[in-house]
């Protein structure tokens, strides 16, 4: 999972959630692989928050193994 994102101002991050597996990750102006190791193959949400993020650009892009 490769995640991209810039913002001009404010903060940008990304909520992963599993069942009881949850992590959230400050992405403001990354461009990075995500660690996925806490979460199994099968339903995945991600729920993208901005935090007075302006002109946000972001980009997840799912890559199968």
């Known amino acids: 999972m490769r995640v991209r994102c810039c913002s001009d101002e404010g903060k940008v991050f990304l909520r992963i959630q ?5 992590k959230e ?4 102006n990354t461009d990075s692989l995500l ?7 099968g339903r995945i949400t991600f729920t993208m928050v901005n935090e007075d993020g302006r002109n946000v650009d972001f980009e997840l892009e ?4």
């Open 25 to 28: 990750i400050d992405i403001t």
């Open 35 to 41: 660690d996925m190791t806490d979460f199994l193959p």
């Open 62 to 65: 799912w890559r199968e193994a």
């Open 18 to 22: 599993q069942e009881q597996a949850q």
